[in-house]
């Protein structure tokens, strides 16, 4: 066999585009990043003690978020439900069984306007002088969730779409 002297560089076809390999590391990194934020938003919410001293208002607004989370969770087992009747597999989806959902872009349209929600939720709260008196470092939680919301790319587009005229 001879050894090839050619300077033009060898295609491998089964290579996926850098354009389209980046979009898809992308979709899968924004996915994970929400649903590490609902693993934390569940550890802050089950520090939540009792709330039967504070306003209705106050308690209507700590409603609220364990009404997000468990929207956000009806869709994380829907979605893991259907995959995993395509893959024939019958057990109970466990955490693991999320990586699953880090391609369905199907499943990141979904969940995306929940977090939407969550922001606002969570900002409202921010203007309640009582839920920060009562919970502190909760609070600090649920700043700190927030901003990391925030930064996560897919919220930012979904914002400025959504606000978009047809």
Not at 47 to 65: A, H, S
Not at 68 to 96: A, D, Y
Not at 138 to 144: E, N, P, R, V, W
């Amino acid at each position: 066999m001879g050894v090839c002297n050619s300077k033009r560089q060898r295609t491998n076809n089964n290579d996926i585009p850098i354009i389209q390999k980046s979009k898809m590391d992308q979709r899968t990194s924004n996915v994970k990043l929400l649903l590490d934020q609902y693993h934390k938003l569940n550890v802050l919410l089950d520090l939540v003690g009792n709330t039967d001293n504070l306003e209705k208002k106050t308690r209507d607004q700590i409603n609220l978020l364990f009404v997000t989370r468990s929207n956000i969770s009806i869709l994380i087992q829907h979605s893991l439900k259907i995959i995993m009747k395509e893959k024939n597999i019958s057990r109970v989806s466990t955490v693991e069984d999320e990586v699953w959902l880090y391609d369905d872009s199907i499943f990141l349209n979904k969940i995306a306007p929940q977090f939407q929600v969550l922001i606002k939720l969570i900002d409202i709260l921010f203007e309640n002088e009582e839920f920060e008196s009562s919970f502190p470092i909760l609070s600090h939680g649920f700043q700190q969730m927030n901003q990391d919301i925030r930064k996560i790319p897919i919220l930012q587009t979904f914002t400025q779409t959504k606000n978009t005229s047809i």
